[in-house]
T-cell receptor
Framework: KAGVTQTPRYLIKTRGQQVTLSCSPI?????VSWYQQTPGQGLQFLFE???????NKGNFPGRFSGRQFSNSRSEMNVSTLELGDSALYLC????????????FGSGTRLTVV | AQSVTQLDSQVPVFEEAPVELRCNYS??????LFWYVQYPNQGLQLLLK????STLVESINGFEAEFNKSQTSFHLRKPSVHISDTAEYFC????????????WGLGTSLAVNP
């Protein structure tokens, strides 16, 4: 079956702009989690959605938001971009009955200039 | 609060040598433990996991990890590495209860040299 698809793969934005990233989970997976990965901070949890509801949230400012649609596809949005938002954003889908059974996408590399 | 410590940020080894990537965690409750691998320019892939039962778990490509509850460790080992094992390795822990959010280590960069 198809894996987790993240679009776009690469993105360059300027400070102050906003960006929307997309994630299509594996068919049948109802949970989608988002992570920010940077060399200095490692993997940091942004949020998790299950059945269109945010179930968990990490310690990120309100400029970071997300949503999940009825087909389990998810989007995350970052408003008023800052240079420090440059990172690899990873999406992972899972079926909550399977502990730790996360399948990751290849990520979106966001560069803020 | 749960936390994960990967004791080595970088591990250089020669091909065919054994390797151990160390992972310690702190938790006051029962946990699930995971190792994920990230190859360059790719997402993370599950390498192996401990949920219950045998404390020694194995992956299909020769890695193994042992859950040591008394030492709160889940070290990853391979008796003979290949160039293709060069990657970033992440240890993660999840609460075995209802909230199964993964807590991640900072990763260990394994560099296998010829």
């Amino acid at each position: 079956k198809a894996g987790v698809t993240q679009t776009p793969r690469y993105l360059i934005k300027t400070r102050g702009q906003q960006v929307t990233l997309s994630c299509s989970p594996i068919s049948g997976h109802r949970s989608v989690s988002w992570y920010q990965q940077t060399p200095g901070q490692g993997l940091q949890f942004l949020f998790e959605y299950f059945s269109e509801t945010q179930r968990n949230k990490g310690n990120f400012p309100g400029r970071f938001s997300g949503r999940q649609f009825s087909n389990s596809r998810s989007e995350m949005n970052v408003s008023t971009l800052e240079l420090g938002d440059s990172a690899l954003y990873l999406c992972a889908s899972s079926e909550p009955t399977v502990p730790g059974g996360y399948t990751f996408g290849s990520g979106t590399r966001l560069t803020v200039v | 609060a749960q936390s994960v410590t990967q004791l080595d940020s970088q591990v250089p080894v020669f091909e065919e040598a054994p390797v151990e990537l160390r992972c310690n965690y702190s938790s006051s409750v029962s946990v699930y433990l995971f190792w994920y691998v990230q190859y360059p320019n790719q997402g993370l892939q599950l390498l192996l996991k401990y949920l219950s039962g045998s404390t020694l778990v194995e992956s299909i490509n020769g890695f193994e990890a042992e859950f040591n509850k008394s030492q709160t460790s889940f070290h990853l080992r391979k008796p003979s590495v290949h160039i293709s094992d060069t990657a970033e390795y992440f240890c993660a822990v999840a609460n075995a209860g209802n909230n199964r959010k993964l807590i991640w280590g900072l990763g260990t960069s394994l560099a296998v040299n010829p």
